[in-house]
Nanobody, 125 residues
Framework: QVRLVESGGGLVQAGGSLRLSCAAS????????MAWFRQASGKKREFVSAISQSGGNTDYADSVKGRFAMSRDNAKMTVYLQMNSLKPEDTAVYYCAADPAVTGDWRVATLYTYWGQGTQVTVSS
């Protein structure tokens, strides 16, 4: 069982930056593929980024590539999402997700077993 708690969301002006954190509980954090998804009001949840168990591999949605950077600290059992050059269209609730056995396309939300409660990010124009 893994419990995920996101933090770091807030209100920021376009062009600004935020750093999201997702703290995990449990003893096998380093075995989990981790991901960030987001859901804007009235829209489907969408993939943002993912990172492999070791942190050696990352993947990003085209819409955030070059602006967002995901990282993890297995000793602290935490993943991060550094978000730069934020745009109003980045406004959404951001969710952290984890799974010990993601196979196939790790951009698919249904592959992840554990989810956090979400943190709101609002970017004003």
């Amino acid at each position: 069982q893994v419990r995920l708690v996101e933090s770091g969301g807030g209100l920021v002006q376009a062009g600004g930056s935020l750093r999201l954190s997702c703290a995990a509980s449990g003893r096998t954090f380093s075995r989990y593929t981790m991901a960030w998804f987001r859901q804007a009001s009235g829209k489907k949840r969408e993939f943002v980024s993912a990172i492999s168990q070791s942190g050696g591999n990352t993947d990003y949605a085209d819409s955030v590539k070059g602006r967002f950077a995901m990282s993890r600290d297995n000793a602290k059992m935490t993943v991060y999402l550094q978000m730069n050059s934020l745009k109003p269209e980045d406004t959404a609730v951001y969710y952290c997700a984890a799974d010990p056995a993601v196979t196939g396309d790790w951009r698919v939300a249904t592959l992840y077993t554990y989810w956090g409660q979400g943190t709101q990010v609002t970017v004003s124009s």
